[in-house]
């Protein structure tokens, strides 16, 4: 299956496959392969990658181009 939506393709597959102008740029366990250093990289999209409460998979969670990070990140993020 196809998805473009990475919080579904997250939850509902076992493994995915990122690609970047037409090149696999990685591919495994979502966990493997949806970092906020690979979200950025692909997509061009930054965020911060977090569990998911619900599937326990990777959640990304974008940061707006009018939020500003810290170098502090919460607990249980990945970046």
């Given amino acids: 299956m196809v998805l473009h939506d990475l919080n579904q393709a997250c ?3 076992d493994y995915v ?3 970047k102008n037409g090149r696999i740029y990685g591919e495994g366990a979502p966990a493997e392969v949806i970092t ?3 979200v950025e990289e692909v997509f061009g999209l930054r965020c911060q990658v977090v ?3 619900v599937s326990g ?4 969670v974008p940061i707006g181009r ?3 990070t810290t170098d502090a990140e919460p607990a249980g993020v990945e970046r």
Avoid: E, F, K, Q
Avoid at 57 to 60: C, D
């Fill in 36 to 38: 906020a250093d690979s």
């Fill in 51 to 53: 569990v998911d409460p």
């Fill in 57 to 60: 998979t990777p959640l990304a």
């Fill in 11 to 13: 939850r509902y597959a």
């Fill in 17 to 19: 496959i990122a690609m």
């Fill in 66 to 68: 009018h939020h500003a």
